[in-house]
């Protein structure tokens, strides 16, 4: 596999596993960082033998933020010419789904990074929060319009207002998270999440999380016509045929990701 300068990246069988790995820095997010989690989350997004992506952090955070150290000096021109951080795009548009396993802290860029994954799962000594306020600045990498479609608009408010922190526990009451595990298994949790969903139909996974993104871009009724439309044409597919056949049969689907 690919050397990166700042995250390790491991495969599982179907699954691959990308590690932000400056535990020194509690992986805060330089723009090496965004480059290497892009081009790897886009290799293994191109490689049809993967049908789930962890992304996780090493030490005691997920991402304690965008790199403070890095920003601190650029002004408003510097930072729109650069494009600070927009690449990070490129990562939230990535379709094999992907699960942040959060470790520790998910502060500014981290819990924005975690937000742009498919999932959450979260270590019970995980916590989370947009303290860009205490900074004199704004969320930059989607905060502001993922947390208010996570968690709505009082407790966005609450966290970006005052840049507070919140428990894992709060996070999975407020809908930000899917589960929360005791911190020494959620690798082991986060790999089974990812197993059994790799195990699914690829091209089902890619029209299954299209459908529910539409559910933030758009009006109810051109999401609802974009899932029939996917619905239907999922019937043209072997995974189809196999899934259907396998459950008439009483046995476990085959599938072929076809
Ligand atoms: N950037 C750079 N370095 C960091 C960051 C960061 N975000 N977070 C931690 N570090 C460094 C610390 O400076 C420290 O370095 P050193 O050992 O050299 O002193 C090391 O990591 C360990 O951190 P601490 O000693 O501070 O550890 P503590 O356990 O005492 O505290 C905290 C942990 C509470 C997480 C604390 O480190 C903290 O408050 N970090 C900053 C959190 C933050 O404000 N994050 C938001 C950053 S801004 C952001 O994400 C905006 C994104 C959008 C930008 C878009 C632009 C267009």
């Given at each position: 596999m690919t050397e990166y300068a700042t995250i390790l990246t491991e495969r599982r069988e179907r699954v691959g596993i990308i590690t932000l790995n400056r535990a020194d820095r509690l992986n805060a997010l330089n723009e090496q960082t965004m480059r290497d989690v892009v081009a790897a989350a886009q290799g293994l997004d191109a490689d049809e033998g993967v049908g789930?992506?962890?992304?996780?952090?090493?030490?005691?955070?997920?991402?304690?933020?965008?790199?403070?150290?890095?920003?601190?000096?650029?002004?408003?021109?510097?930072?729109?010419?650069?494009?600070?951080?927009?690449?990070?795009?490129?990562?939230?548009?990535?379709?094999?789904?992907?699960?942040?396993?959060?470790?520790?802290?998910?502060?500014?860029?981290g819990c924005e990074v975690a937000m742009m994954c498919d999932l959450i799962i979260a270590s019970e000594a995980a916590s989370f929060g947009q303290p860009e306020i205490t900074l004199g600045v704004i969320p930059g990498i989607g905060g502001t319009q993922r947390l208010v479609r996570a968690i709505g608009k009082a407790k966005a408010m609450d966290l970006v207002l005052t840049g507070r922190r919140i428990t894992a526990d709060e996070a999975e009451r407020w809908g930000l998270v899917s589960r929360v595990v005791p911190a020494e298994s959620l690798m082991?949790?986060?790999?089974?999440?990812?197993?059994?969903?790799?195990?699914?139909?690829?091209?089902?996974?890619?029209?299954?999380?299209?459908?529910?993104?539409?559910?933030?871009?758009g009006p109810l009724a051109e999401g609802v016509a974009l899932e029939r439309r996917l619905f239907h044409a999922g019937f043209d597919r072997a995974d189809q045929t196999?899934?259907?056949?396998?459950?008439?049969?009483?046995?476990?689907?085959?599938?072929?990701?076809?």
């Open positions: 789930a992506i962890i992304l996780t952090g090493a030490g005691r955070a997920f991402a304690a933020g965008a790199d403070i150290t890095e920003m601190a000096g650029l002004d408003g021109a510097e930072a729109a010419a650069r494009g600070l951080f927009a690449d990070w795009d490129r990562f939230a548009a990535v379709r094999t789904p992907t699960i942040a396993a959060v470790n520790g802290f998910a502060l500014g860029g082991d949790e986060a790999l089974a999440i990812a197993a059994q969903i790799a195990g699914r139909s690829l091209p089902a996974l890619h029209d299954a999380t299209a459908a529910i993104d539409a559910a933030f871009e196999e899934g259907m056949a396998a459950f008439v049969e009483k046995r476990e689907p085959r599938f072929t990701h076809r």
